[in-house]
């Protein structure tokens, strides 16, 4: 038995070992062939191939084919690869819950037999109807006491294929008082007139979920069924089918553990299909997609993702995980394996004055530093740097390349600015000089550069395309309200014409490169052709998305301009270097950037509220409705700017007095943070008077204890089950009911008031 990392699931298989109650360990992997198999997947087929490896057992791959309207060979095809690209493999031929369908149908029909199942003829929505609630039991239907024979007989003419879809469906018989709402007499089967992949048209009604996998599961000697917490309630269904269907030897357990929510990311299929479909990106495997293949193509390897899932472990509560953590995997992965390249982006030309004509010379440069393995780089009269590496209108701290400056070429020599080329008032060019004795990147006075930066020769530089990859979304729950398209972020791709050194841009297909000061790249498996590379940028040198003092959440730095017109023109640069430059050449920018730090700003948020001057109007005009600069900086740069989604202050619908006004109520204890991020979102979509909307909108704040412990007092009641649970141990519910409790009162009152409230409640 291999070391394994610890956790609850190796907990119960270690107990199950010792009682005997399992000779060897069988779990599987049972994906819906609906669509391909993105990081969440990655993390249960890590976990269940996992464990079959450490315990030395066996884990089964078995598509759960039973909804032929949704499902594509092509997806199961993708299925496969993505398992067998991670590094596992299944044990014997991929499985299919198509292979089952007789010993399922006629398990159905013992059910039928035995009392446990009928035939019910009721549309799908009087069925949801007559389903009933958390506050009220179901209502039998009038099928229900069917015989057996006309049971029997129904079900068989289901398979017949003369009924339509939706005349009738399978039902369990359990109990419509049930307190589970899922085992009030649930589906088994229904008809569905769709041609299957594999069974063609042989079949024209389906089995449901919860009644397949238990038995697939039982058929195939599985121990251990391990599925995600939202099945959680599921399971007694589960063990009622195996129940009523057994004996089986071994007899298969469910247990649940928590899925994985990763920010910056959307999780579910179905709106991963409505990205590919509304061609907002380019199919599955965009590597903008947060698919096993799109990772791949990414650049993303397998040790990294397998890294990743051993690095956030398995858990039994869900929570949202730091896309951080998967980038840190994904660096430290690459920083291992990549080696060192230049390649210039934006390419600017320096001609050095000094240097011989028509004169190349070929430098020694290591892959790695420190490392075996070099390449040869040529260096000549012309090179080309990044136009953000070369200022004009340098400010202090300046450690790049400005007029009059000397900087140290990486590994080459060291050059200084002696003219600067301009063509319309634009930089077209620089000249300077080379010191011809600082060859390898030291003078022999010994003299230190202030910077060092890369570069690539202009007569030999081999033309690419450099994809800019980032976070696909620009909030950390893109659909925490349902609509995750308005969240993309628009520059979660760039593409740019790039310049590589020649070496670099010989590399073999699927190599790994670290382009200097830029990033991981990979070159694109697709698009990439001899002698015309594309490079992936898998991920930054370092994380650009990083919370810092005064700066919105999540918000990324911009890597281009949203206008050239609306930036004056400035050539593309770092946008807290172009703020800096604008603040140089603006008085009124100068002055408010010195007037908000005298406030008691820090240097951070002052430096986002001087980028523009109407952003300096419309806070100016908040400060004087309330002058509070600290909490009207908060709310502005933490929530106002990622409502308004680039829109200019001028076209949203409120001004900056109003924005004030806004602040001075949250100040004033008159509304919750949630409840002011409702009215905030509202303001900004249709404007208003904040203090009359917090009346329209019933977001005061609930002071009132009566109201808070009626408002605990019916979310308990709403969920008998949970309530139960909870007093019987399961502590991690507090959570679900303090949710529930502020949904009802709209976020309105005190988190901590309603939490001591519950638990007095749940514990009295």
């Not at 593409?495 to 020649?502: A, N």
Request: charged residues 30%.
């Amino acid at each position: 038995m291999t070391t394994r990392r610890a956790n609850f699931l190796t907990d119960i298989i270690d107990a199950d070992l010792a009682a005997g109650r399992v000779v060897r360990v069988a779990t599987r992997f049972p994906p819906e062939p609906n669509g391909y198999l993105h990081v969440g997947h990655a993390k249960s087929i890590c976990l269940n191939f996992g464990l079959a490896r450490d315990y030395e057992g066996t884990c089964n791959l078995r598509m759960d084919d039973t909804n032929p309207v949704k499902e594509d060979i092509d997806y199961v095809h993708s299925i496969q690869k993505d398992v067998k690209w991670l590094g596992f493999d299944w044990s014997g031929e991929v499985r299919f819950a198509s292979d089952y369908f007789e010993q399922m149908y006629a398990a159905a029909e013992r059910l039928i037999r035995q009392g446990d199942a009928y035939v019910d003829h009721q549309s799908v929505d009087e069925i949801r109807l007559n389903r009933g609630d958390f506050n009220r039991p179901g209502v039998n239907s009038p099928n229900r006491d069917r015989s057996v024979a006309e049971n029997l007989e129904l079900f068989q003419a289901m398979r017949d294929g003369g009924l339509p879809d939706g005349t009738c469906v399978l039902r369990g018989k359990i109990d419509m008082a049930h307190p589970n709402v899922l085992m009030r007499d649930p589906l088994l089967y229904r008809i569905r007139h769709a041609h299957h992949h594999r069974t063609g048209d042989a079949w024209c009604i389906y089995p449901m979920y919860d009644y397949a996998h238990p038995i697939e599961d039982a058929l195939e000697g599985i121990t251990h069924s391990i599925c995600t917490l939202e099945f959680e309630s599921n399971r007694e269904l589960y063990d009622w089918v195996l129940d009523r269907l057994g004996p089986w030897n071994p007899r298969p357990r469910q247990y649940e553990f928590a899925r994985l929510g990763l920010g910056y990311t959307v999780m579910s299929k179905r709106k991963l299909l409505q990205l590919v479909e509304e061609k907002r990106v380019h199919g599955w495997d965009d590597p903008r997609m947060p698919t096993i293949a799109g990772l791949r193509r990414r650049g993303v390897t397998p040790e990294a993702l397998r890294d990743f899932a051993d690095l956030i472990g398995v858990a039994k509560n869900n929570s949202l995980v730091d896309i951080g953590k998967l980038e840190f995997c994904v660096r430290q992965d690459l920083e291992k394996r990549a080696p060192r390249a230049m390649a210039v982006l934006q390419p600017l030309s320096l001609q050095l004055t000094n240097w011989p004509l028509g004169q190349t010379d070929l430098l020694t440069i290591a892959w790695k530093t420190g490392e075996a393995g070099t390449r040869q780089v040529p260096f000549g009269r012309e090179i080309l740097i990044e136009r953000d590496d070369f200022s004009d209108a340098p400010p202090r701290d300046w450690k790049r390349l400005s007029l009059g400056k000397e900087v140290r070429l990486f590994g080459a020599y060291f050059v200084r600015c002696d003219e600067v080329l301009r063509e319309n008032g634009e930089i077209i060019g620089l000249r300077g000089t080379v010191d011809l004795e600082s060859r390898g990147g030291e003078s022999k006075d010994g003299r230190q550069p202030a910077g060092t930066i890369h570069w690539v020769d202009a007569t030999h530089a081999v033309d690419c395309e450099i994809r800019l990859y980032d976070r696909l979304f620009t909030v950390e729950q893109p659909d925490a309200d349902g609509d995750f398209l308005p969240h993309m972020n628009p520059d979660a791709l760039q593409v740019l014409q790039g310049q590589m050194e020649p070496a670099a841009a010989e590399l073999p297909g699927g190599t790994h490169v670290q382009l200097m000061r830029v990033g991981y790249f990979f070159s694109d498996p697709v698009d990439s052709e001899p002698g015309k590379p594309v490079w992936n940028r898998v991920i930054g040198l370092r994380d650009t998305w990083a919370k810092t003092p005064g700066r919105t959440e999540g918000r990324p730095e911009r890597k281009k301009e949203q206008s050239e017109a609306k930036k004056d023109a400035v050539p593309k640069k770092a946008r807290a270097q172009w703020r800096a430059e604008k603040r140089a050449a603006t008085p009124e920018l100068a002055a408010a950037y010195g007037r908000y730090v005298a406030l008691g700003l820090d240097a951070d948020a002052a430096d986002l509220l001087t980028e523009e001057t109407e952003v300096v109007a419309f806070f100016d005009a908040a400060l004087r409705a309330h002058p509070n600069p600290g909490s009207l900086s908060r709310w502005f740069l933490n929530d106002l700017e990622g409502l308004r989604k680039g829109q200019p202050l001028a076209e949203i619908a409120f001004d900056g007095a109003t924005f004030g006004h806004f602040v001075a109520l949250l100040d004033g204890d008159r509304l919750t943070v949630p409840a002011g991020k409702q009215l905030l979102s509202h303001l900004v979509a249709k404007g208003g008077d904040p203090v009359a909307l917090i009346g329209e909108l019933g977001l005061g704040k609930v002071d009132d204890s009566d109201a808070v412990v009626a408002a605990v007092d019916a979310v308990l009641t709403s969920l008998p089950a949970e309530t139960a649970r909870f007093r019987a141990g399961e502590q991690r519910l507090l959570g679900v009911f303090i949710g529930a409790v502020l949904k009802q009162l709209r976020g309105s009152a005190d988190a901590g008031a309603v939490r001591q409230t519950l638990l007095d409640r749940l514990n009295g």
